[in-house]
């Protein structure tokens, strides 16, 4: 785990596999993992790696992101089920509201060997 926190493209490969996995995972999968490739894409923003983006996009994502981890939420996350469901909702709306800069994101990734190709 060390080896991998010190090395940015190791902790981006794991990013990238958690992903992929997410994705199968049934119901809370998808969300799961465009909150990985969410992180990836601010990650890179912030490297400056990947600035083709409007500003209000990372705004948007890094809220959303704070949100989600937040102790404080409309609905809190102690009930169980119940209290997810907020989260859920915000990020699927940002989600559709930035969907095409993170589409663009994704396909950057590809265009630019930044996309694992390795199956899980």
Do not use: H
Request: hydrophobic share 45%; with cysteine.
């Amino acid at each position: 785990a060390k080896s991998t926190i010190e090395d940015e493209d190791k902790f981006e490969r794991l990013i990238q596999r958690l992903e992929k996995k997410l994705k199968l995972m049934p119901l809370i999968g998808k969300q799961a993992s465009d909150i990985a490739c969410l992180v990836s894409l601010v990650r890179s923003y912030i490297k400056k790696e990947y600035t083709d983006i409007p500003i209000g996009t990372i705004i948007s994502i890094v809220s959303t992101l704070i949100y989600i981890i937040s102790p404080i939420d409309l609905i809190p996350d102690i009930i169980p089920v119940v209290g997810y469901i907020d989260d859920l909702a915000l990020l699927a709306w940002v989600l559709a509201a930035i969907n095409s800069d993170v589409e663009e994101y994704r396909k950057w990734r590809i265009d630019n060997g930044k996309q694992i190709i390795d199956e899980i």
